[in-house]
């Protein structure tokens, strides 16, 4: 089994910063890419971040110039840093891995439980 286990969110005032982190675990061969999604009541599930093993990083458009992907690869952890946050980031955050189960060598997308952030005055 695999498990992604996400902390970092919370209530922070706009203009505010929060951390997240997302640490994999398990039956775990190669990870792939790891990253960040989220989805607002009434929205779709979209990409926040993603970073390749490689270093490779691509963001959204609306968090480009605020929020900062990092990975420790020795780790399995993936971070994500948000900076002047907008009422707009509020939302249920989600970790994602792109990962080779080492059981079955079986490559597949692997899901965090989320983790909310709002951000509010």
């Known amino acids: 089994q695999v498990q992604l286990v996400e902390s970092g969110g919370g209530l922070v005032q706009p203009g505010g910063s929060l951390r997240l982190s997302c640490v994999a675990s398990?039956?775990?061969?190669?990870?792939?890419?790891m990253g960040w999604y989220r989805q607002a009541p009434g929205k779709e599930r979209e990409l926040v971040a993603a970073?390749?093993?490689?270093?490779?990083?691509n963001y959204a458009d609306s968090v480009k110039g605020r929020f900062s992907i990092s990975r420790d690869n020795a780790k399995n952890t993936v971070y994500l840093q948000m900076n002047s946050l907008k009422p707009e980031d509020t939302a249920v955050y989600y970790c994602?891995?792109?990962?080779?189960?080492?059981?079955?060598?079986?490559?597949?997308?692997?899901w965090g439980q989320g983790t909310q952030v709002t951000v509010s005055s």
């Open positions: 398990g039956s775990i061969f190669r990870i792939n890419a």
């Open positions: 994602n891995a792109d990962l080779v189960n080492s059981r079955y060598l079986l490559r597949r997308d692997y």
């Open positions: 970073a390749t093993s490689g270093g490779s990083t």
